[in-house]
């Protein structure tokens, strides 16, 4: 089946850093792909979505800023946590649609010291 | 009121028990319906979608009452290996919202 990657798989990094995570479809395209956050025993939440070769679409209460999305080619998007804090510190997983299914990467655990 | 609500859990069966999971979700114009299976720190996956007469898959049977807007999960003669979070899942215009899980534990 479809299968898309996430890197980095763990991260940890000082707070003020900025950490950049890469989402990419391996064997098909996506026009869109769907950035989310899981703290421990909770759900995912959609941060936004994020589509080829225009801006992001952000869930209310997401700071753009903070959250840099780009979606610069069919196969490829990243996130960028800018200036991040221990409070950013989360599972960030993407997911792409393809093949009339929604796949999800391996996620991105993020710690912030 | 939540997008999609499930039961929140925990369940805790033996082995071989049959169990079942409910989800509701708010908005009505919802095309299309889900169950996701999310290991521990791991990334959801999908286990089956869910289609208005209902639909069976091994040991899972998933049903949709679009009228109620409810959805279930029922698993029979169930496993350790199925132990995990289930996760009801709601499309909207390709918008997929998640409910917040239902951990299930089956015990030797």
């Known amino acids: 089946g479809a299968v898309v990657s996430q890197h980095p798989s763990w991260v940890i990094c000082k707070s003020g850093t900025s950490v950049k995570i890469e989402c990419r479809s391996l064997?098909?395209?996506?026009?869109?792909m769907f950035w989310y956050r899981q703290f421990p025993k909770q759900s995912l939440m959609l941060m936004a979505t994020s589509n080829e070769g225009s801006k992001a679409t952000y869930e209310q209460g997401v700071e753009k800023d903070k959250f840099l999305i780009n979606h610069a080619s069919l196969t490829l998007s990243t996130l960028t946590v800018t200036s991040a804090h221990p409070e950013d510190s989360s599972f960030y997983i993407c997911?792409?649609?393809?093949?009339?299914?929604?796949?999800f990467g391996p996620g991105t655990r993020l710690t912030v010291l | 009121r939540k997008e999609v609500e499930q039961d929140p859990g925990p369940f805790n069966v033996p082995e071989g028990a049959t169990v079942a999971f409910n989800c509701t979700y708010s908005n009505s114009a919802s095309q299309s319906f889900f169950w996701y299976r999310q290991d521990c720190r791991k990334e959801p996956k999908l286990l089956m979608s869910?289609?208005?007469s209902g639909n069976e898959d091994g040991r899972f049977t998933a049903q949709l009452n679009r009228a109620s807007q409810y959805i279930s999960l029922l698993i029979r003669d169930s496993k350790l290996s199925d132990s995990a979070t289930y996760l009801c899942?709601?499309?909207?215009?390709?918008?997929?919202?998640f409910g917040a899980g239902t951990r299930l534990t089956v015990k030797p």
């Open positions: 899942v709601v499309n909207s215009n390709n918008d997929m919202r």
């Open positions: 064997d098909f395209q996506a026009t869109t």
């Open positions: 997911s792409a649609r393809g093949h009339n299914e929604q796949f």
């Open positions: 869910v289609y208005s």
